[in-house]
């Protein structure tokens, strides 16, 4: 009977990280409060995802966006499953072993892109370690694909760091997606407690190969602070995206997931991200959007257009 329990109980998400010390979840301040979701877009968007068997980022992470990014029909579709080779002590996404790629996937998710009919689309993956390209090619079918059936719509994507799995980073740069994006997360000194599976080398010089390759790619990059980062950091990992040529970068607050995951450092002040924004676009970003809500892909879309038009007028100068 005791057996019968035991295999009935739940798996618990985040067995990987049973050991960590419980650290208090902090008490939000009221900027980062946002409205339950529940509108008749949220369900519509709910109902298409689930009717093509697809998993998003928005639910697997906890976005804190989610009410108001579904209400609007937009989805980040993350790919290759739902279980990450990686265990970032950041990240709500399940670690373990992962399922065998879907080949029916790419269509599947061209065919929810064309019927929610989105403009911009923003696609990211887990970590698939586990494979030999990493889950490049994979990732470039589904480029490949919602090309063919959704020639307009602008393709985004958010990618693993492909570590030491040679030539898969050209495979998807050229698949040719609108924006390239692959985010640094947090200041090199931090890497081994919050992506100690990464190299923040390896992720900067990611970035940097997609412009060797195709300089009029857009890159994208993210960090997360409130991880107990220094200022002077983070204008470093600017320095360093700029080095690359990123073109945008993006900066939110970090969210504790569970109480076993790193813990919040602090909430930083709304100010402070108006200031980062600032220093940002000084030191050459084309578009930086920095607040606490900021996450990779919210406003996506919105922001694409920002951009090219920055680039534009940056050219017409
Ligand atoms: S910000 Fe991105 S991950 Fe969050 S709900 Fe919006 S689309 Fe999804």
Not at 75 to 82: L, W
Not at 105 to 112: G, N
Not at 194 to 220: H, M, Q
């Amino acid at each position: 009977m005791a057996t019968v329990i035991d295999t009935l109980k739940a798996r618990p998400r985040h067995p990987e990280k049973a050991n960590r010390p419980e650290t208090p979840l902090l008490r939000k301040p009221d900027w980062l409060r946002v409205r339950a979701p529940g509108s008749a877009g949220y369900n519509e968007t709910r109902d298409i995802v689930r009717s093509h068997g697809l998993t998003t980022v928005c639910e697997e992470a906890a976005c804190p966006n989610i009410g108001e990014c579904w209400t609007q029909k937009h989805a980040t579709m993350m790919i290759m499953g739902e279980i990450c080779t990686r265990a970032c002590s950041f990240c709500n996404v399940i670690t373990g072993k992962p399922n065998a790629l879907d080949p029916t996937e790419p269509a599947r998710v061209a065919e929810a892109v064309a019927k929610m009919g989105l403009k911009h689309v923003v696609i990211t993956s887990v970590d698939r370690d586990d494979l030999d390209d990493g889950g490049a090619a994979h990732f470039a079918a589904v480029v490949y694909a919602i090309r063919a059936v959704a020639p307009d719509t602008t393709i985004e994507i958010l990618t693993p760091d492909f570590l030491r799995k040679d030539g898969a980073a050209e495979i998807v740069i050229d698949s040719a997606p609108d924006v390239f994006n692959h985010n640094l997360e947090t200041v090199p000194r931090l890497y081994l407690t919050i992506r100690p599976g990464a190299r923040y080398y390896n992720s900067l010089r990611l970035l940097e190969r997609v412009k060797d390759r195709d300089p009029r790619r857009f890159t994208k990059s993210g960090l997360m602070v409130g991880l107990g980062e220094s200022k002077e950091e983070v204008m470093q990992v600017m320095d360093d995206m700029r080095s690359a040529g990123v073109d945008f970068l993006t900066i939110g607050q970090y969210l504790q997931p569970t109480r076993r995951h790193a813990a919040v450092d602090r909430f930083v002040h709304p100010d402070e991200f108006a200031a980062y924004e600032a220093i940002a676009r000084a030191k050459g970003f084309l578009m930086v959007s920095a607040s606490p809500l900021t996450r990779s892909s919210h406003h996506a879309g919105e922001d694409f257009a920002q951009l090219k038009a920055a680039r534009e007028a940056l050219e017409a100068r």
